[in-house]
């Protein structure tokens, strides 16, 4: 049977490379897709969302959630995704319809009419959506199967801080309720990520797909590349985000351990670091399972065979 997801997203092109590869993979049923103020401000994010699902060829409701941090101003991330926030290739105007109410009810009324303990969450934007859901309805806390999130680093320290990650960092608050809640965590910090480089070689073999969904990603891949070549001197660009979709479909493609993660909130340097006890030196409770690596060539193969199904 299908594991029933919502993703909770700030598209990005990594963000969309996830979409795709949620909606072109059985295994997985997304229940909806919700949009939250990250990469870009909700009304870009939200549009991107529906012009991802558009291009999937599914039929899959996409909400509109907060529009900013719980207690900060937005930080975006434009030198990076672009103006537009998934720059590279031109996708016309969305086909799919926002739909109204609010997305942050949205996930209460899912998880609230679902059975308990069937629904999982996909954040891979700030964590500002779930954290408003918890906190407007703490009784669906206990009704959430698991949490799988892309945010975060330890060793790789951050990339938008030098303590911190992006999604994290933009709303460090609704990042601490989360991983407070109890609730089963699974993280994808930068740590693995940025273990999932392109390669000129894979962009060649998405392009030759011959569909419009594999030239997308190609275009949005080159678009973003050139940021992270220019900050890591790296090969490729790392597809942060995916790992969250590849990780419930091939958790055997993953490897981490399960410690204790906590979330700076007042640091002066630290804001939004996520405090990560990998060698166990506290007494804390493990709360997540936070991920080290990844069978790089087993995580882009899983892709290219997904996203070459998609129109």
Not at 191 to 218: F, K, P, Y
Not at 231 to 241: I, M, Q, T, V
Request: charged share 25%; glycine share 10%.
């Amino acid at each position: 049977m299908a594991r029933k997801i919502i993703i909770d997203t700030d598209p990005g092109q990594d963000d969309a490379v996830a979409i795709l590869l949620a909606l072109a993979s059985p295994e997985l049923e997304v229940l909806g897709i919700t949009a939250v103020a990250g990469n870009v401000p909700l009304a870009l994010t939200e549009r991107n969302a529906r012009l991802v699902v558009g291009l999937s060829g599914r039929d899959v409701p996409v909400y509109a959630g907060c529009d900013r941090p719980l207690k900060r101003d937005l930080v975006t991330a434009e030198y990076v995704h672009g103006q537009t926030g998934l720059d590279g290739i031109e996708l016309g105007e969305p086909s799919v319809p926002l739909q109204e109410g609010d997305g942050v009810d949205f996930i209460i009324e899912t998880l609230r009419r679902e059975a308990p303990g069937t629904v999982t969450l996909v954040p891979i934007g700030p964590l500002t959506n779930i954290a408003a859901a918890f906190a407007r309805a703490p009784d669906i806390v206990k009704r959430v199967q698991q949490i799988v999130i892309m945010g975060g680093a330890y060793f790789e320290v951050g990339n938008v801080s030098p303590a911190a990650e992006f999604n994290i960092y933009v709303d460090p608050e609704a990042a601490a309720q989360v991983f407070a809640s109890g609730v089963d965590l699974v993280v994808m910090p930068l740590d693995v990520t940025h273990r999932a480089l392109t390669s000129a070689a894979w962009i060649a073999t998405l392009r030759g797909l011959g569909n419009r969904a594999g030239e997308a990603v190609a275009s949005w891949t080159d678009f973003f590349e050139r940021f992270d070549r220019e900050k890591y001197g790296a090969e490729g660009a790392p597809l942060h985000d995916p790992c969250t979709i590849a990780w419930l479909i091939r958790p055997d493609l993953f490897s981490g351990r399960r410690i204790n993660v906590e979330i700076e909130t007042e640091g002066r340097f630290t804001t939004g670091m996520t405090v990560a006890d990998w060698w166990g030196v506290t007494e804390r409770k493990p709360n997540a399972l936070f991920i080290r690596d990844l069978d790089r060539d087993g995580f882009f193969e899983l892709l290219t065979e997904r996203i070459a199904t998609l129109p």
